[in-house]
Nanobody, 129 residues
Framework: QVQLVESGGGLVQAGGSLRLSCAAS????????MGWFRRAPGKEREFVAH????????YYADSVKGRFTISRDNAKNTVYLQMNSLKPEDTAVYYC??????????????????????WGQGTQVTVSS
């Protein structure tokens, strides 16, 4: 069983920055594509970003393009989400998730939360205006 633990959330003023981390254990980290999702108050969980197992490709929701950057350090078993120019509408619980990779490929869309095999418990990000 793979365990994912998020950290780095907190309270920040609009325009500020936060860096979220997700530490993985219980599996071979490089065998997983990694994603970030978020759930804002009163809204469905939505896709934020995904990075492939090799770190060679990244995908972002339109709402965060140009502001957020996903990265990973396979040696540290950690994926990051650098969030800049934060807005009050970014306030949400942010979740780290993992998709098992077989033969270096994914058979499911990383933009869908149902595609992911493992989830962290989330970390709260609150952006004040």
């Amino acid at each position: 069983q793979v365990q994912l633990v998020e950290s780095g959330g907190g309270l920040v003023q609009a325009g500020g920055s936060l860096r979220l981390s997700c530490a993985a254990s219980g599996g071979t980290f490089s065998n997983y594509g990694m994603g970030w999702f978020r759930r804002a108050p009163g809204k469905e969980r939505e896709f934020v970003a995904h990075i492939t197992w090799s770190g060679g490709s990244a995908y972002y929701a339109d709402s965060v393009k140009g502001r957020f950057t996903i990265s990973r350090d396979n040696a540290k078993n950690t994926v990051y989400l650098q969030m800049n120019s934060l807005k009050p509408e970014d306030t949400a619980v942010y979740y780290c998730a993992a998709i098992k990779v077989v033969a270096g490929t994914l058979s499911r869309s990383p933009l869908r939360d149902a595609s992911y095999d493992y989830w962290g418990q989330g970390t709260q990000v609150t952006v004040s205006s």
